[in-house]
């Protein structure tokens, strides 16, 4: 296996925040950017913070209890004990997808197994890989699928789970339909030691969250990766006093977010979470329904949530006799889960990175620190029939980035022979030299010719164009095999105009190369590229 290095630019709809986080560390001293985040992503200087104080023996008691459940190995229970005894976390999460949802996931993974490792080893302080799964999520739809290839499309799989109301979907249980969604997995799994695998965490009687995290926890039995859910009454408690700020301090944490949401649009950029006053940071669970609803604040300065009203001294006694009821929204979330957790830093996707520009208010003004977040492996993986093909044609990843039809006439202009691309050449050649003299002297004549000889000059352009496509398309009419291939370079590395990673789910991948591929993603995460890498299988 090899890999390589590219600018993160190369993917699609990549924001101007992001890239101005990646791009910290050569910006000025006094630049934004260096205010809403904890350290720069790839100077080291986080695992010189101080360890945040925690509950580490409630946490570690938790965690030894949950793990067990999961299944979870030796590696594991001893890194349990590693934060009982004062070690630091480092932490990701992602939504329990079906299946372990996208190849995202296990480079979130690798990249907190990756950065603990490098970090015991730079500051002598013992760090541990945490996952945190958000089952507290309301969102079904997004979490009960995954894709899988096959030779020649993209199938995506659904659980077609229901409930009455917008629970956690942590909680859902899988009931016996998941036996029909595993068989068709099995096919695009190829019944392999992976799919396998899948049978044993994914059965009827478990729940969505509790399948997810056996999953996860025998993928990364070896690295050790500690499995958390946070939903239960006991990691709630541990938390409660960032919940309960949240409700004590609603109306300045969201002037404060307000005010920073402005200072990201002012600067150029965006906000990744809209905030808006009345707005709160807490969901309620109904406690006969268990539906997850939103709490928003009144101008009396009280509370709603389903119709309901509450007040702040209601919303406090609920807290603190039934503590998982309340959660954090997506900007609350990282202190919440700080608050739990001895974190040294985050590894987090792009939008999460974005989301913790506005985040950094929420933890100066309840934790007092903000804690770093590093960027997450963000990587394609190729499987070694599709790198020959690539090699074949001369494809490099970025020319992949494309619809199979794009990439079809290319490789057919590059099938012309050289003789006929120097004609073409040239004729455009000649064709944009005669234009631009053309459309200077009509120009200098008066302006408004100027403007029609530009628009009759755009047209005869195109038609050049529309020559060069044409001959294209003629060579692919003569090598079939050209369109083949095309459709197979971008089915595996763009599909269906996304990046392989955020949609095709990543046991497809453990399908085909076992469970070592852990590792080798382990590897690719400790070599810090600051862009996209490609891992060649």
């Known amino acids: 296996?090899?890999?390589?290095?590219?600018?993160?630019?190369?993917?699609?709809?990549?924001?101007?925040?992001?890239?101005?986080?990646?791009?910290?560390?050569?910006?000025?001293?006094?630049?934004?950017?260096?205010?809403?985040?904890?350290?720069?992503?790839?100077?080291?200087?986080?695992?010189?913070?101080?360890?945040?104080?925690?509950?580490?023996?409630?946490?570690?008691?938790?965690?030894?209890?949950?793990?067990?459940?999961?299944?979870?190995?030796?590696?594991?229970?001893?890194?349990i004990e590693k934060l009982r005894g004062g070690a630091r976390a480092i932490v990701t999460g992602q939504q329990?997808?079906?299946?372990?949802?996208?190849?995202?996931?296990?480079?979130?993974?690798?990249?907190?197994?990756?950065?603990?490792?490098?970090?015991?080893?730079?500051?002598?302080?013992?760090?541990?890989?945490?996952?945190?799964?958000?089952?507290?999520?309301?969102?079904?739809?997004?979490?009960?699928?995954?894709?899988?290839?096959?030779?020649?499309?993209?199938?995506?799989?659904?659980?077609?789970?229901?409930t009455k109301a917008a629970v956690e979907v942590g909680g859902i249980a899988l009931g016996a339909e998941i036996d029909q969604v595993l068989e068709q997995a099995g096919e695009l799994l190829e019944f392999s030691p992976a799919w396998e695998m899948l049978k044993e965490c994914y059965t009827p009687e478990q729940t969505l969250g509790g399948a997810f995290a056996r999953l996860m926890a025998r993928l990364f039995a070896a690295q050790g990766l500690v499995v958390m859910d946070a939903a239960s009454r006991?990691?709630?408690?541990?938390?409660?006093?960032?919940?309960?700020?949240?409700?004590?301090?609603?109306?300045?944490?969201?002037?404060?977010?307000?005010?920073?949401?402005?200072?990201?649009?002012?600067?150029?950029?965006?906000?990744?979470?809209?905030?808006?006053?009345?707005?709160?940071?807490?969901?309620?669970?109904?406690?006969?329904?268990?539906?997850?609803?939103?709490?928003?604040?009144?101008?009396?300065?009280?509370?709603?949530?389903?119709g309901k009203a509450y007040s702040s001294a209601e919303l406090i006694a609920i807290l603190e006799s039934a503590p998982e009821r309340l959660s954090p929204n997506a900007l609350l979330r990282p202190v919440f889960q700080d608050t739990i957790l001895p974190t040294a830093a985050y590894i987090g996707g792009p939008s999460e990175i974005a989301y913790f520009a506005q985040s950094a208010v929420l933890y100066e003004a309840i934790l007092g620190r903000?804690?770093?977040?590093?960027?997450?492996?963000?990587?394609?993986?190729?499987?070694?029939?599709?790198?020959?093909?690539?090699?074949?044609?001369?494809?490099?990843?970025?020319?992949?980035?494309?619809?199979?039809?794009?990439?079809?006439?290319?490789?057919g202009a590059r099938a012309?022979?050289?003789?006929?691309?120097?004609?073409?050449?040239?004729?455009?050649?000649?064709?944009?030299?005669?234009?631009?003299?053309?459309?200077?002297?009509?120009?200098?004549?008066?302006?408004?010719?100027?403007?029609?000889?530009?628009?009759?000059?755009?047209?005869?352009?195109?038609?050049m164009n529309r020559l060069r496509r044409m001959a294209a398309a003629f060579e692919l009419q003569k090598e079939a095999s050209l369109a083949k291939h095309a459709a197979a370079i971008t089915l595996n590395v763009f599909p269906e105009g996304h990046p392989q990673e955020r949609l095709v789910g990543g046991i497809w991948f453990v399908a085909r190369h076992g469970e070592g591929l852990m590792e080798r993603l382990v590897e690719a995460a400790a070599n810090l590229c600051p862009g996209h890498v490609v891992i060649r299988l």
């Open 234 to 306: 006991e990691f709630h408690a541990l938390g409660a006093s960032t919940l309960r700020y949240a409700i004590e301090h609603a109306e300045e944490l969201q002037t404060a977010l307000i005010a920073r949401s402005e200072e990201l649009v002012k600067a150029g950029y965006h906000a990744q979470v809209l905030v808006a006053a009345g707005g709160s940071l807490l969901f309620l669970v109904e406690e006969s329904t268990g539906e997850r609803m939103a709490l928003r604040r009144t101008p009396e300065g009280g509370w709603k949530a389903g």
């Open 416 to 463: 012309m022979p050289i003789e006929e691309k120097r004609r073409l050449a040239a004729a455009g050649n000649a064709l944009d030299a005669a234009l631009t003299a053309a459309m200077e002297y009509m120009g200098g004549m008066d302006e408004s010719l100027g403007r029609t000889a530009e628009v009759s000059g755009s047209k005869m352009r195109y038609q």
């Open 96 to 162: 329990v997808g079906l299946f372990g949802g996208p190849l995202l996931t296990l480079l979130k993974a690798a990249t907190a197994v990756a950065r603990a490792k490098d970090a015991t080893r730079t500051s002598g302080v013992e760090h541990v890989p945490v996952f945190w799964l958000a089952t507290e999520d309301h969102d079904l739809a997004e979490v009960d699928q995954v894709s899988l290839l096959t030779k020649t499309s993209v199938e995506t799989l659904r659980a077609g789970l229901k």
């Open 370 to 411: 903000v804690t770093p977040v590093l960027p997450r492996l963000s990587a394609t993986l190729l499987e070694p029939a599709v790198a020959t093909v690539m090699a074949t044609h001369e494809v490099q990843l970025p020319d992949a980035m494309t619809t199979a039809a794009e990439l079809a006439l290319r490789l």
């Open 1 to 79: 296996m090899s890999a390589e290095c590219y600018p993160i630019t190369i993917l699609p709809h990549v924001s101007p925040l992001y890239r101005g986080y990646l791009g910290m560390g050569d910006s000025p001293v006094d630049a934004a950017v260096r205010r809403w985040y904890g350290a720069e992503p790839f100077a080291g200087k986080w695992m010189r913070k101080e360890r945040p104080g925690v509950n580490a023996a409630g946490l570690a008691d938790a965690l030894a209890r949950q793990n067990a459940e999961f299944g979870a190995g030796s590696a594991a229970m001893v890194n």
